[in-house]
């Protein structure tokens, strides 16, 4: 059943797929996977742009079902989710069709190689509830344009706009089998993808702890795994920063999709020279954010996805303020006319120094701002390393030797310098440490879905090839 979390109601039913349809599923993906791997890389683009430009028409109604479904605000689907999918999906197409192979005859003397890059077969898709369709785009498309087959699992909470996506693939002419959608619990139909012998790869988009049950399933039949998984993003604010800059960032940086972002901004380090001007700063700015029904235009904000979300999002403001944490602002629930069961917080400052304090380690995945301070570049490029996860981080200076000195230290996947949350479809987002592995977007994630294959030929045409004496016979 899903929930529109702006009132906390019932708004659809999908169905709970059963183990005999899993194993339906994926007969139908390996049956599909011939005819469609043999396609030239051209007619499967063709086609996903196709489903491209459907997205593209259809986009006003999808933001609205992303919307509903989720929380989010209406704004960002519009202008955000949705067109920036098109794009993900219109670059991956068209880039599957420019992969290169190496050919080399150099390292031979008989022969010359050349690599084949081919599909892997059936992939088990499995996204999370904060980026619905576009975790579809981003590990879905681009296994299919590579070749492969597709089984979706997508989250329980945000299934609706997946379902409608298999539509338009249907309607623009994808073969029957190679893009199939399977809804249910994750623990049930996630993991029997994951247990199943003809699934060859899974990618999954989710929590860390998921990410490494999934890898102990996958091992049985040795399939390749791909992970996207969580993150805790530092923003370093330097001395000689832009505070202007860097509060109005830091807004958007630590609110982007309600602060459900793998990649939010959530440890605030900031110089100890400038850290109550930009705290005042970040409050001021915080304080004109709307936080209200995310189908109106002007809402910055909508509500967590979930009940169980703000529970979770709420017991870590709680135990940050039992571990020496001072509340700035917020820290409670607004109160939204003709909204009263919705899952609305306002965004939250909290100033502590405890770095062992769950609120800097672990993942909240809520609108909470934990500001630090701190007095010089070692300590907090330390600092930043010391947490588990390593996904996006952002500088904030004028001074470009530093920034690059903190490019380089920083163990992340992606630094921005004096901005946060900019991923365009041409370049890799990847995980350092327990984010995972693999990438999205970019070349390098299709890539991803493709095994290398070393093809060799003789070049000599002669019975005895020069080496074969290393092996029986003698040197000629
Ligand atoms: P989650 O709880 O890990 O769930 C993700 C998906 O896995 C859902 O479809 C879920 O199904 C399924 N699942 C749950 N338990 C499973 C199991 N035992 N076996 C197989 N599948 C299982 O994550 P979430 O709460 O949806 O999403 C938030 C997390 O995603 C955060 O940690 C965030 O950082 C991460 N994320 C990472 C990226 C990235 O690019 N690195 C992007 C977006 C989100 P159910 O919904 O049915 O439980």
């Not at 996204?127 to 579809?136: D, H, K, R």
């Not at 390393?385 to 390593?390: D, H, I, L, S």
């Not at 004028?398 to 920034?403: E, G, P, S």
Request: hydrophobic share 40%; aromatic share 10%.
């Amino acid at each position: 059943m899903e929930a529109d979390p702006s009132h906390g109601r019932i708004i659809d039913q999908v169905p709970h797929a059963s183990k005999e349809d899993v194993n339906e599923a994926v007969d139908s993906a390996r049956e599909a996977f011939p005819a469609w791997s043999r396609l030239t890389p051209a007619d499967r683009a063709n086609m996903l742009f196709r489903v491209a430009d459907l997205l593209a028409q259809n986009s006003a109604e999808f933001a609205r079902l992303e919307s509903l479904n989720s929380g989010k605000s209406i704004k960002q689907t519009t202008d955000y989710d949705v067109p920036y999918t098109v794009d993900n999906i219109r670059y991956l197409a068209g880039a599957s069709r420019t992969l290169e192979g190496k050919a080399m005859a150099e390292y031979v003397s008989d022969g010359t190689s050349a690599v084949r890059r081919e599909p892997i077969g059936v992939v088990g898709v499995i996204t999370p509830w904060n980026y619905p369709l576009m975790m579809v785009a981003w590990r879905a498309f681009p296994a299919l344009a590579m070749g492969n087959t597709v089984v979706v699992k997508p989250a329980s909470y945000t299934p609706l706009t997946t379902l409608e996506l298999a539509r338009l693939v249907e309607k623009v002419g994808v073969p029957k089998g190679v893009f199939n959608v399977l809804t249910g619990p994750g623990g049930e139909i996630g993991e029997a993808l994951a247990r199943h012998h003809d699934v060859d790869m899974i990618a999954f988009t989710g929590s860390t702890e998921v990410g490494k049950r999934l890898s102990e399933l996958g091992t049985e039949n040795v399939k390749k795994i791909s992970l996207e998984l969580g993150g805790k993003a530092p923003f370093i604010v330097f001395d000689d920063a832009n505070l202007e800059a860097a509060s109005e960032g830091a807004v958007v940086g630590g609110l982007v999709n309600n602060g459900q972002d793998c990649a939010n901004a959530t440890r605030f380090y900031i110089h100890a020279s400038v850290a109550e001007r930009y705290q005042k700063m970040l409050v001021d700015r915080l304080r004109k954010v709307r936080v209200g029904d995310p189908m109106v235009p002007k809402t910055d904000m909508g509500p967590l996805v979930s009940e169980s979300q703000r529970d979770r999002v709420e017991g870590y403001i709680q135990k940050g303020l039992q571990e020496e944490g001072k509340l700035v602002y917020g820290g409670g629930r607004p109160r939204v006319e003709g909204h009263e069961g919705g899952y609305f917080l306002y965004p939250t400052v909290i100033f502590t120094n405890n770095h062992a304090s769950p609120i800097v380690q672990e993942e909240i995945f809520g609108p909470v701002f934990t500001v630090l301070t701190f007095e010089d570049y070692d300590e907090v490029i330390d600092k930043s390393n010391e947490v588990v996860y390593g996904l996006g981080a952002s500088v904030w200076t004028k001074d470009v030797t530093r920034a690059m000195n903190a490019v380089r230290d920083l163990r992340f996947g992606t630094v921005w310098v004096n901005d946060h949350v900019p991923v365009p479809s041409e370049m890799p987002w990847a995980g350092y440490k327990q984010s995972g592995h693999g990438a999205s977007l970019s070349a390098y994630s299709l890539e991803e879905f493709t095994y290398i294959k070393h093809v060799y030929f003789d070049l000599t045409g002669k019975t005895r090839k020069s080496w074969y004496y290393q092996v029986y016979g003698a040197k000629e």
